[in-house]
């Protein structure tokens, strides 16, 4: 079982930026892949970005890249999503997941993710 704890979210104005942080369980966090989703009302839940378990692969929604940077910190089985330039349309809550099989690549799609947080709102004001 895989315990994931999102934080950093709030009310911010447009152009301000926001880092998010996802702390995980399990001592074996370095082989899990990573990923940010996120849900506006009304829709469905959306891709933003993923990070391999070794951190050195990224993936980005094309809405958020240049903007948001994913990031992992294994000594400390913490995920981050710095934004940059936050955009009213981005207003969402913020989901973390993690696939705790070991090794796989990157994903974007939600169901390669086993285990989800209980979401962050991120409101951005125009």
């Known amino acids: 079982q895989v315990q994931l704890v999102e934080s950093g979210g709030g009310l911010v104005q447009a152009g301000a930026s926001v880092r998010l942080s996802c702390a995980a369980s399990?001592?074996?966090?370095?082989?899990?892949?990573m990923g940010w989703f996120r849900q506006a009302p009304g829709k469905e839940r959306d891709f933003v970005a993923a990070i391999r378990w070794s951190g050195d692969s990224t993936y980005y929604a094309d809405s958020v890249k240049g903007r948001f940077t994913i990031s992992r910190d294994n000594a400390r089985n913490t995920v981050y999503l710095q934004m940059n330039s936050l955009k009213p349309e981005d207003t969402a809550v913020y989901y973390c997941a993690a696939d705790p099989t070991p090794w796989r690549i990157i994903a974007a799609v939600a169901s390669d993710y086993d285990y989800w947080g209980q979401g962050t709102q991120v409101t951005v004001s125009s």
């Open positions: 399990g001592r074996t966090f370095s082989r899990y892949r």
